[in-house]
């Protein structure tokens, strides 16, 4: 059952990997797997199951653990449900060992749950976590930028194409062929791919998918199409037992994109970039003779369809042409002003987060439509992107996360609603600046954001926030206070449990923030304003 926990890349540590930690001496009391830990909590709560998110280990000494051997199955069917991945028993000092019956109830219900010595803190569990987290995280940048730097010294190869597809199966620690007009495979591909036959005929037509998963013998495969018309230029297949990262996943789009630039440098060459820039700046928008251009170079093109009924083991990982969109209308087409259909695109805004991150030229976008400025610490870029579907670019701006950047993507447009679609990504930005969390415009989306001049969004917040904007301890604990608080309508004890603090201390932290702002929380106008600042300020 545990297994079963999620597990992705940088996004979670094994949890042999923390319990081998041997600065923290913890021993295995329940084994059930080995599910991946996202982070690790404390928490004493009797019903701790409704503040959990799945795959945390969870820290407690038994305060509020249930006597009975009913309550202790609940409280462990409760864990089980909200997805926790371990539990973490501290002895002492309210119980000296773990109890038998919660050992009875994690080994019935697949839970597993290992023992903290007194004399480790949990305080240096949640630290343990954190710091494989990060490890890993690095360990997969390094990994990308690598396999960037192989791959783009493969092209200058005398047999690019090869060369590109040794790289990739070497850094993804598996194989990898090219089917199509000029079909090669690294040594150690399978000489016999007739089982993925029917998909490779689905993938390379014209209205198929633009990549799969399927099993075939031990491996799992996924493939992906080159460039557009794929039957030009043929699927890249990659296989391996274990699945796809999304540091692979990176690799794999890189590899990708460089066997469809050898293919169009073979023969024809591709549009000029800036034919369509001149058409933007001199003819005031795309018109219908520049928008196949944006079409080419956005790699726009049919998203995946659905597999057709009776193909066994596959998974195409793309929207169907024909499902809806997140408007309502065919992802990827919209009607234009005259009733014909154009393709739909969405510009993304991102800015780069502090730390290390991809240089905007390595990053997997799939389009050269791409505008970088800013120096160090405040750089920005924005770009055009084919719709591929709301799915699609949900994980697009999660790997954009992954490589150092917060996104925001506007709502579909067709060509001639991008420059509405501009101001609708850089409004979003300011609030997924604020959060540090990637936003895709959607049906959700505040519609206030599209009315927002971005680049006063902080200093109106500022003014809001008053003694609360300032970067100080203090005004940090308060900021964090309040929007707990807000978050939770007003309830002092599901605020105080948020923030793990008393609800007296929330009481006072409340009339403090009233006192220093001159505002009465009672009214709700107030709360709206506080709200909205803390929601899109950025500090």
Known sequence: MADTAFRDDSHSVPLSTVVGRRDLDLATVVAAGDPGI???????????????????????????????????????????????????????????????????????????????????????????????LEERRLRDLRRLGEAHQALARAVSDPDPAGRVLRVLAESLAGWAALSGPDPRRTPTAPADLSDLSGLLDKLSSVRGPRSAKALSGDDEVFLHTVGTPPEDHGVVLVGRPEPLGITDRAVLRTATALLDLLARTAGEAPPVPGRLLTGLLLDGGVTRAT????????????????????????????????????????????????????????????????????????????????????????????????????DVHRDRLEELRVHGWTGALSAPAPPSGLAEADRQAAALLARARASGTPLLWGTGTDPFDALLDPGGVDDLARRVLGPLAVDTDSARTLRHTLRAWLTRHGNWDRAAADLGTHRNSVRYRISRIERDLGVDLGDAEQRMRLWFALSRWRP
């Open 38 to 132: 996202g982070w690790a909590v404390v928490s004493e709560l009797d019903d701790p199951a409704v503040y959990l998110r799945g795959g945390e280990l969870l820290l407690t000494a038994g305060v509020n653990l249930p006597a009975t051997a009913a309550g202790l199955r609940a409280y462990v069917a409760s864990l089980v449900g909200a997805g926790v991945s371990a539990v973490g028993f501290g002895v002492t000092p309210v119980l000296d060992t773990v109890p038998v019956g919660l050992i009875e109830q994690c080994h019935l219900q697949g839970l597993p749950l290992v023992e903290v010595p007194r004399p480790t803190p949990f305080t240096a569990v949640s630290q343990a976590v954190g710091e494989e």
């Open 291 to 390: 928008a196949p251009l944006l079409a080419e170079l956005t790699r726009a093109g049919p998203t995946a369809a659905a597999p057709a009924p009776g193909t066994a083991g596959t998974a195409p990982s793309d929207r169907s042409p024909e499902a809806p969109g997140p408007t309502g209308s065919s992802s990827g087409t919209a009607a234009a002003p005259d009733g014909s259909h154009s393709a739909c695109y969405r510009v993304l805004h991102a800015c780069a987060r502090p730390g290390r991150r991809t240089a905007p030229a390595a990053l997997p976008l799939d389009t050269p439509v791409l505008d970088h400025t800013g120096a160090a610490g405040e750089e920005r870029l924005r770009a055009v992107l084919a719709d591929r579907g709301e």
